[in-house]
């Protein structure tokens, strides 16, 4: 009876151990994720602005503008 109760409270701890596992590696991702993030945009604008892409970069401020404004409109 011992082992058996033993047994369920170790697989119990076993599924808790897996969901903060899994919740750790979520916010890490989401930290990485937000880091290359902050990095890549800046380097994507000056890169389309001295290659000469301001023509791509007007349609993507646009609905850089439309997306914020939505976001802001949802709260």
């Known amino acids: 009876m011992l082992e058996m109760i033993l047994t369920i409270l170790f697989v119990w701890l076993l599924f808790k151990v897996i969901g903060l596992a899994f919740r750790v590696a979520w916010g890490a991702a989401k930290i ?15 890169c389309l602005i001295f290659a000469g ?13 439309a997306f914020g404004l939505l976001k802001g409109c949802m709260k």
Do not use: E, N, Q, R
Request: charged share 0%; glycine share 8%.
């Open 32 to 46: 990485a994720a937000s880091i290359l993030f902050t990095l890549a945009v800046p380097l994507l604008v000056l």
């Open 53 to 65: 892409g301001v023509l791509i970069l007007i349609p993507l401020a646009m609905l850089g503008a």
